[in-house]
């Protein structure tokens, strides 16, 4: 079973991303656990403060070391595992369809995520195995980031999609887009099927559809055919 543990100060957020779809499935079959945990309950602080100002001075605030620092050592306590701990931030390394393989191989991730102006420099030294990015881009916390990895890690592990050849051919699979697809009816607004794709010839459709694939990479994402 795969382990997933999230840091974080809104452990809330989570309460119904998990329970739909293909987490929940996945989760049902014991075929990976998440377990929420609130970065405030690892404060040493009466008030449960996690966070203070920058030295040096400047906007936002910041999370301190201690109180990140006791969750993620609990956490690898708890459940004696190869565990990898992954800062959730801009400046990490951009994941893609090729990155998510290589997570399909830890026991247990650990995501913190980070809010604010982020986390002591000294915890992302001395506790933190890797940074990792869902974009270029800014977002108000690691949260989000941190559900994405997980469903895009998710549904590549065995046993989790109910038909895994689904998996074969779709988008970024072969650095390819996927072709396009459709369903019924037939005929909407004067847009008709192709017909190939109703003509029962499995291998005709095969040829299609990698055309096709090729065709749609072209427009949209040319850069991919160069790998």
Known sequence: MMQFSIVTIFPKMFNNIF?????????????????????R??????????????YGGGSGMLFMFLPLFNAVTKIKKMYKKNSVVIYLSPQG?????????????????IFICGRYRGIDERF????????????????????????????????LLPGVLNNKNS??????????????????PKKINNIVVP???????????????????LKNTLIKKPNFLEK
């Open 19 to 39: 329970k739909y779809g293909v987490i929940n499935r996945a989760i049902t079959n014991k075929i990976i656990n998440i377990n929420i945990f609130n970065l």
């Open 41 to 54: 309950n690892f404060s040493t602080n009466k008030r449960k403060k996690v966070d203070d100002k920058i």
């Open 93 to 109: 390394k951009l994941l893609n369809y090729k990155n998510i393989q290589y997570f399909l191989k830890v026991e247990h991730l």
């Open 124 to 155: 992302i030294r001395t506790q933190v195995d890797e940074e990792w990015s869902i974009g270029n881009y800014i977002l108000t916390g690691g949260e989000l980031p941190a559900m994405i990895f997980i469903d895009s890690i998710t549904r």
């Open 167 to 184: 998996l074969l051919n779709e988008t970024f699979s072969k650095n390819l887009l996927d072709c396009p697809h459709y369903t019924r």
């Open 195 to 213: 017909k190939i794709l109703l003509s029962g010839n499995h291998k005709k459709i095969k040829k299609w559809r990698l055309q096709q694939s």
